[in-house]
């Protein structure tokens, strides 16, 4: 490891290698650090290709330095802001009674309807 990096720090780099787990990003001549996968972006990432190019230049912060094993674990995710899932939180939640009695009263009252259908149709 070449300079000494500090947790918090925020840099920028150029992305060196991507594996399926993660993206290597060079810090400096001597020193990559390693963005995992769940610190690519908010969400899910299926593939890393998707979001990241050998080349690339990338801000990152770092989240953890092991100077005994020189790793440095990198994120680029607390660098974006959080997407607003307001859409979840302004609505009332229903409790699952109330949700079963909605959906039960369409789904019994159909089939009491074809229940008589079906017995005329059985020959009873």
Same mark, same amino acid.
């Given at each position: 490891?070449?300079?000494?990096?500090? $947790? /918090?720090? !925020?840099?920028?780099? @150029? *992305?060196?290698?991507?594996?399926?787990?993660?993206?290597?990003?060079? =810090?400096?001549?001597?020193?990559?650090?390693?963005?995992?996968?769940?610190?690519?972006?908010?969400?899910?990432?299926?593939?890393?290709?998707?979001?990241?190019? $050998? /080349?690339? !230049?990338?801000?990152? @912060? *770092?989240?953890?330095?092991?100077?005994?094993?020189?790793?440095?674990? =990198?994120?680029?995710?607390?660098?974006?802001?959080?997407?607003?899932?307001?859409?979840?939180?302004?609505?009332?939640?229903?409790?699952?009674?109330?949700?079963?009695?909605?959906?039960?009263?369409?789904?019994?009252?159909?089939?009491?309807?074809?229940?008589?259908?079906?017995?005329?149709?059985?020959?009873?």
């Amino acid at each position: 490891m070449g300079k000494k990096y500090e $947790v /918090g720090e !925020e840099l920028t780099g @150029k *992305v060196t290698g991507i594996q399926p787990y993660g993206a290597f990003v060079a =810090l400096d001549e001597e020193t990559q650090g390693l963005v995992h996968i769940s610190e690519i972006t908010y969400g899910y990432v299926r593939d890393i290709n998707d979001y990241l190019a $050998v /080349g690339d !230049e990338v801000k990152v @912060k *770092v989240l953890e330095v092991d100077h005994g094993a020189g790793k440095i674990s =990198l994120s680029i995710r607390v660098l974006q802001e959080e997407p607003n899932n307001n859409h979840k939180t302004n609505r009332p939640r229903k409790s699952l009674q109330d949700r079963v009695k909605e959906h039960d009263s369409e789904g019994f009252n159909s089939l009491k309807d074809k229940l008589k259908d079906w017995i005329d149709r059985s020959g009873y």
